[in-house]
Each structure stands twice: as structure tokens, then as C-alpha cells.
């Protein structure tokens, strides 16, 4: 893989870094449209089970990929309340017993998920 793409792949990773140029515009484009085909190829079916997982690792990482593919993207927030997971999320935040960081990636995506549908 070349250099350019290694950059742009940085941005996506990591959008601040991104410095505003047509072909960094380009990529965020790209993945966008990248993460409503997650949706569309039935990316979200396996997200209730990584959710569920025994490992806590598996579980905040899902969290943290629903916040990824939620945040300012109303068609995957739509989703999400289609395959039911908010209510599981909502669950692994409210368990006190709950690992730490399964809980901070679930408060996390809950914010991502909400303001599209906040009355």
C-alpha cells in the first residue's frame, strides 16, 4: 500500500489529523458511504452477539464501532433502533458490575445514537 493511501487511511482512523484537502474530503466520503454498506450487507446482525460476548474486550469494541457508524449518520442511527441494540447498550451501561471501558464505549454510543431522534 502506498503512502497516500496509508494517510488517508490515518484520517479515517483518526479524522483530526485529516487537513482539509479535496482528496482527504474525498476519503471521508468514501467512508461514509463504507459504513451505510456495513448496514446494508447485514453488518448490524452480528452486533447483538458481540454485545452479548463473554469477553470484555469484544463487547466495548462493538460499542465502540455502533458509536463509529452512528455518529452524524442518521441511516445507520435508524438501524440501530432496527436491530434493537440501544436497549442493550442501555443495559451494559447500566450494570454497575459492568468492565469500565465496556461502559464508557457504551455511554459512548448512546450519545452518537441520540440526537436524530431527541424530541
Avoid at 13 to 42: M, N, W
Wanted: net charge neutral.
Amino acid at each position: 500500500m502506498g503512502d497516500a493511501r496509508w494517510h488517508h487511511l490515518a484520517n479515517i482512523i483518526e479524522p483530526s489529523k485529516c487537513s482539509g484537502d479535496a482528496a482527504c474530503c474525498q476519503v471521508t466520503l468514501t467512508t461514509c458511504a463504507v459504513i451505510s454498506d456495513f448496514h446494508r450487507i447485514g453488518g448490524f446482525h452480528i452486533l447483538p452477539s458481540l454485545l452479548s460476548s463473554r469477553h470484555a474486550e469484544l463487547r466495548w469494541r462493538a460499542a465502540e464501532l455502533i458509536a463509529t457508524l452512528t455518529q452524524n449518520n442518521p441511516y445507520c442511527q435508524s438501524a440501530v433502533l432496527e436491530v434493537k441494540l440501544l436497549p442493550q447498550l442501555m443495559e451494559l451501561l447500566d450494570n454497575a458490575s459492568e468492565d469500565e471501558q465496556v461502559r464508557v464505549k457504551a455511554l459512548y454510543a448512546v450519545s452518537c445514537k441520540l440526537p436524530r431522534f431527541v424530541c
